[in-house]
C-alpha cells in the first residue's frame, strides 16, 4: 500500500499525531509522540505532572506549534478552522467567565463556535441539561460550588457538539461525590459515541473510563494499549505482594532492596510468579529482624505498571 | 511580634513583581519631574504670552507703542500671520483677522490701536476715552490670565516708552485743567522736551525705556477697551473645557482597567480557551477595541449631560461635533487601554504602569490645568498626547462653537493614534496567540 494510499485511508481518523516534538527552553515537553485514536474510542493520558499530558493536548487543540511532527484532527491540521470546530477542549484550568451566569457563559462559548438562534438554544439546553446545572441556569457562576464550576466548565467545551473531545484533568480539585457526578457524565457521552482523549494522573479514572491507556512519561508514551494488555505486558501471570513491617524504614528498604522488592507506601512491594514465594519471603524478614504487622497479595494495576516502567510512583 | 511575618510576605511578594517595584519609585520621580518642568521654569523661560497687534492708527505715538511691546520680554507680538518657508510674507493683521485669529484660539489676545489714538494717547480726567478712540483689547474669555498681562503690560509699556508723549500730553491737560504755565515754564519745558526727543530717537532708546522697570501702578493711563471675543455668552466658560480634560484622564483610567480583563482572561485560561475557538487573536483584540469604544463613548455621553443638566453647558446644540469629537477620542483612549494590556504580564503592573502614563498625559496634556499655562516646550510635548488634542477638538465644538470640518486635525490624529496603538498591541498580543 503507497503512503498516499495510507494517508487517504487515515485522513478521517478522528486525531492522529506523528513524531510530536515541543521544546520549551532546555525542558522536551513533546520528545516525539505518535498516537492514533478511532471514532468512539475513549484514550487515556495517564501520567505524573509536568509528563507532557497537556502540551499534547495543547498542541492537539493548536494551541502549541510543535518544534516538528504533524498533528491533524479528522484529516485537518491542528488550528485550521476545521480542527478547531470538530474539538471541544475542556481545560484543566476553571477557564469561564465568573461573572456571567452559568448560561451566559454558555452562550458566550457558544457564540464563539458560530453558534446563534434556535441551534445555540438547544445546545445551552443540552448543555445544562448534561452537567445537571439547569436549576442553578441563571446564578452567577462565581457563586456556584466547586464540583458546579467543574460540570459547567465542561460543559463549555462541548456547547458546539464536537466530535473530539479533550479533557484536561477534569477532576482536579473536586470532591469524590462531584467526581462520580464527572464520571457519570462522561459515560453518558460515551454511550452518544463521543470521541474523547481524556489526561489524569488517577489510575482508577482511566481503568473506569478509557478502553486504551497511554502512559506518558518524561515528554514520551511509554506504553499503549487497553488496561489488561498493559499489565499483562508489564507482568504477565505475577501477582504483587505488599508487605508492612514495624521497625526503622532504612532496615526495612536495605531489606526490600535485597530481595530486588522495593518500598510503596510505606509498604515493601514484590513481584511474585506463584503465591508459594510468599512464605519464603516472610522467612527471610523474621531472619532480618523485622516484625510483620500485615501482609497481602494483590494483581498489579496501572500505577505497578508505571512503577514498572519508570522505576517511579504515578504520583511522584 | 506577630505582624513581622506579614510584612515579611508582603516584601518578598512585591519583590517578585520587579515591574510594578520599579514603577512604584519611578512614579513619584516622574511626577516630581514633570511638575517642576512645568511649574519649575527648570528647563525653559517663562511662557511669553501670545498676541496679536493691529496699528491702524500708524502715528509716531502708535509706532512708539508698538516697538516697545515688540521688545516687551513676556510678550510674543506678531503683526502678521506666519507664512511658509519659501513663500510671500503674509499681509499684516487687521482689526477683523485679528479678531477671527482669536475666535479660532490661534492666540488668546489680540491689541487693536484704532486710527486716531495718536491724537490723545493719555486717557486723563472726566473725558477719559471719549477724547480718542480707545485701543481694542480683544480676547478669549477660556483665557483668565493672558488679557489681565497684555493689559497691565499695555499700561507699563505706555509709561516706559513714550515719554515725550506722556510730557507733552501732560503739559496739555495741565493748561486745560489748571491754568497753564508761564511763559518761562513753557519755555523751559520745550527745551527739556526737545533733548528728550534727542534722547529717544537714538537708537535702541524705545528697547531700554521698555525694559526699565515701572514699580508704580500706572493702570489706567491709556484708554483701553477690553471686549471679550469668544465665550461673551456661554453660561459657564471653563465647564466644556473640563468636562473634556476629566473626562479624557478618567477615560483612560476607566479603558486600560476594562482592557486588564484582558489579564485576568491570560490567567484563568479562558483567553486560550476562547483562541482554541473560532476566534482569532486580532478578532479578540477587535472585539475588545469595540465594546471599550462603546464604553468611553458612553462616559463621555453621561459627563457631558451632567454638564448640561448640572452646570448649564450647552450640550444639545453641539451633537453632531460631540459625536465626532467623542467617538474619535473614545477610540483613541480604547486602542491606548489594549496597548498598555498587552505590553503588562501582571493587574500590578498594569495598574503602576497605567497610573505613570496616564497621569503623565494629563498633567503634559492639559487635563489638570490648561496648556496655555505652561512653557512653549512643554506645549509642545503635550501634542504627543491623546488629551491635549481631544480637548483642543472639544474645545473648538463647545467653545469656539466652530463646523465640524474644523475639526480635522485633532479627528486625524485621534484616528491615528488609535490605529497605531491597536496595531502595536496586536503584535505585542502575539505572546498569547500560541506557545
Not at chain 2, 516697545?68 to 503683526?79: F, T
Amino acid at each position: 500500500m503507497s503512503s498516499a494510499t495510507i494517508a487517504a485511508a487515515t485522513s478521517t481518523a478522528p486525531l492522529q499525531v506523528v513524531s510530536l516534538v515541543k521544546r520549551f527552553g532546555q525542558v522536551t515537553a513533546a520528545g516525539g509522540i505518535s498516537l492514533d485514536l478511532q471514532p468512539g474510542e475513549c484514550l487515556g493520558l495517564l501520567g505524573p505532572n509536568g509528563a507532557g499530558k497537556s502540551t499534547l493536548i495543547r498542541a492537539i487543540v493548536g494551541r502549541v506549534i510543535p518544534d516538528s511532527g504533524q498533528v491533524t484532527v479528522f484529516g485537518a491540521p491542528a488550528g485550521s478552522p476545521a480542527a478547531r470546530a470538530a474539538l471541544g477542549w475542556v481545560p484543566q484550568e476553571l477557564a469561564i467567565y465568573p461573572r456571567l451566569t452559568a448560561k451566559e457563559n454558555l452562550r458566550a462559548f457558544g457564540s464563539y463556535y458560530g453558534l446563534s438562534g434556535k441551534p445555540l438554544h438547544d445546545a445551552i439546553a443540552w448543555c445544562l441539561q448534561w452537567a445537571a446545572l439547569e436549576d442553578r441556569a441563571n446564578d452567577l457562576t462565581r457563586t456556584l460550588s466547586g464540583g458546579m464550576k467543574r460540570r459547567l466548565n465542561m460543559a463549555a467545551g462541548l456547547i458546539h457538539q464536537p466530535k473530539l473531545v479533550l479533557m484536561d484533568e477534569p477532576t482536579v480539585g473536586v470532591d469524590p461525590q462531584s467526581r462520580n457526578r464527572i464520571f457519570e457524565m462522561i459515560e453518558a457521552l460515551r454511550e452518544q459515541g463521543a470521541t474523547i482523549i481524556y489526561t489524569t494522573h488517577y489510575m482508577e479514572e482511566a481503568e473506569r473510563l478509557c478502553d486504551r491507556i497511554a502512559i506518558v512519561d518524561h515528554g514520551r508514551i511509554i506504553a499503549l494499549g487497553t488496561h489488561q494488555a498493559l499489565i499483562q505486558e508489564s507482568f504477565g501471570s505475577r501477582s504483587e505482594v505488599l508487605a508492612r513491617f514495624d521497625g526503622p524504614a532504612e532496615a526495612i528498604a536495605a531489606w526490600a532492596a535485597s530481595r530486588s522488592g522495593r518500598i510503596v507506601d510505606s509498604s515493601a512491594a514484590f513481584t511474585i510468579d506463584h503465591p508459594t514465594e510468599i512464605a519464603g519471603l516472610l522467612d527471610s524478614a523474621a531472619s532480618a529482624g523485622l516484625q510483620l504487622v500485615d501482609v497481602s497479595l494483590r494483581r498489579p494495576n496501572l500505577e505497578s505498571v508505571f512503577l514498572h516502567l519508570t522505576g517511579r510512583e504515578l504520583r511522584d | 511580634m506577630t505582624f513581622l511575618p506579614i510584612a515579611r510576605t508582603a516584601l518578598v511578594a512585591l519583590r517578585r513583581d520587579r515591574a510594578s517595584l520599579a514603577l512604584s519609585f519611578v512614579l513619584p520621580i516622574a511626577f516630581f519631574s514633570i511638575f517642576a518642568a512645568i511649574f519649575g521654569n527648570r528647563h525653559d523661560t517663562v511662557p511669553k504670552v501670545s498676541v496679536i497687534l493691529v496699528d491702524e492708527d500708524q502715528s509716531t505715538a502708535s509706532h512708539q507703542l508698538v516697538k516697545a511691546l515688540q521688545h516687551e520680554g513676556s510678550l510674543s507680538v506678531s503683526m502678521r500671520p506666519t507664512s511658509d518657508k519659501g513663500a510671500a510674507p503674509s499681509a499684516n493683521y487687521t482689526a477683523a483677522s485679528a479678531e477671527a485669529a482669536v475666535k479660532a484660539g490661534d492666540v488668546s489676545v489680540a491689541l487693536v490701536i484704532p486710527r486716531g489714538w495718536g491724537d490723545h494717547p493719555v486717557a486723563f480726567g472726566p473725558d477719559q476715552g471719549q477724547a480718542a478712540p480707545a485701543i481694542q483689547l480683544l480676547y478669549d474669555a477660556s483665557d483668565v490670565i493672558a488679557p489681565q498681562v497684555v493689559g497691565g503690560m499695555l499700561q507699563k509699556t505706555a509709561m516706559t516708552a513714550m515719554p515725550v508723549t506722556m510730557a507733552e500730553q501732560g503739559m496739555k491737560y495741565t493748561g486745560k485743567y489748571i491754568g497753564g504755565l508761564t511763559p518761562q515754564q513753557q519755555a523751559l519745558m520745550q527745551s527739556n522736551l526737545d533733548q528728550l526727543r534727542k534722547i529717544q530717537a537714538q537708537p535702541e532708546s524705545a528697547a531700554t525705556a521698555s525694559t526699565a522697570s515701572g514699580s508704580a501702578d500706572f493702570g489706567g493711563i491709556i484708554a483701553v477697551q477690553n471686549r471679550s471675543v469668544i465665550g461673551e455668552n456661554k453660561n459657564n466658560n471653563m465647564i466644556s473645557f473640563y468636562a473634556a480634560a476629566i473626562g479624557v484622564m478618567f477615560l483612560l483610567f476607566t479603558a486600560s482597567g476594562s482592557s486588564g480583563a484582558l489579564l485576568d482572561e491570560a490567567e484563568s485560561g479562558t483567553l486560550d480557551r476562547v483562541l482554541s475557538s473560532r476566534i482569532t487573536i486580532t478578532g479578540l483584540l477587535a472585539g475588545k477595541l469595540f465594546f471599550n469604544t462603546l464604553l468611553a463613548f458612553t462616559q463621555l455621553v453621561v459627563m457631558f449631560l451632567w454638564g448640561w443638566a448640572v452646570f448649564k453647558l450647552d450640550f444639545f446644540s453641539h451633537i453632531p461635533g460631540f459625536i465626532v469629537m467623542g467617538l474619535s477620542t473614545a477610540v483613541a483612549v480604547a486602542a491606548f487601554g489594549m496597548l498598555l494590556a498587552s505590553l503588562c504580564h501582571t493587574r500590578a503592573q498594569l495598574g503602576a504602569l497605567s497610573t505613570l502614563v496616564i497621569l503623565m498625559m494629563s498633567s503634559i496634556g492639559g487635563s489638570m490645568f490648561p496648556r496655555y499655562y505652561m512653557s512653549e516646550s512643554m506645549q509642545k510635548a503635550g501634542l504627543f498626547t491623546i488629551n491635549a488634542w481631544a480637548i483642543d477638538g472639544f474645545t473648538k465644538v463647545f467653545w469656539r462653537d466652530l463646523p465640524i470640518s474644523a475639526l480635522w486635525p485633532q479627528v486625524s490624529v485621534l484616528l491615528a493614534i488609535a490605529i497605531v496603538l491597536f496595531l502595536f498591541a496586536r503584535r505585542v498580543a502575539r505572546r498569547w496567540e500560541y506557545a
